[in-house]
C-alpha cells in the first residue's frame, strides 16, 4: 500500500527551541531557569494528552537546543501550542511539517 495523503493521515510537526544564546543550558538565570520549568511542565501536559510524541533537550556540543514532535491537526493549532508555551518568552522555535511514520494503534 503506497501512502501519498501524509497530511491527512500524519498530521506531525517537527519543532526545534533554538536558545536565545550558545551557553543559555549551562548559564540560565534564575529566571530563565524557572521559565523552563514551567515549559517542560507545559509540553509534558500536552503529551499527557496525546497531541506530543516526544520533546526534550538534544546535547550537541556546539548547542543544547530543544526537540519536539507534535501531532495536531491543523498548523494554527501549532501556532497555538507554541504560543502558549511559557519558552517563547525566552527562546524561540521553528518547525516544520514532518512525515512521521508511527507504529500501528
Do not use: C
Not at 22 to 44: C, G, K, N, S
Not at 65 to 77: A, H, L, M, N
Not at 83 to 102: F, G, H, L, Q, W
Request: proline share 8%; charged share 25%.
Amino acid at each position: 500500500m503506497v501512502i501519498t495523503d501524509y497530511k491527512r493521515i500524519m498530521p506531525h510537526y517537527f519543532l526545534k527551541l533554538n536558545p536565545n544564546r550558545p551557553t543559555f543550558a549551562q548559564d540560565m538565570t534564575a529566571e530563565e531557569r524557572a521559565i523552563m520549568l514551567r515549559h517542560v511542565a507545559y509540553w509534558t501536559e500536552l503529551m499527557n494528552k496525546g497531541l506530543v510524541v516526544v520533546f526534550g533537550p538534544v546535547m550537541d556540543p556546539k548547542e543544547v537546543y530543544g526537540i519536539g514532535v507534535v501531532e495536531v491537526e491543523t498548523e494554527e493549532k501549532l501556532k497555538e501550542l507554541i504560543k502558549n508555551d511559557p519558552a517563547t518568552s525566552i527562546n524561540r522555535y521553528e518547525y516544520y511539517p514532518m512525515r512521521a511514520v508511527m507504529p500501528a494503534k
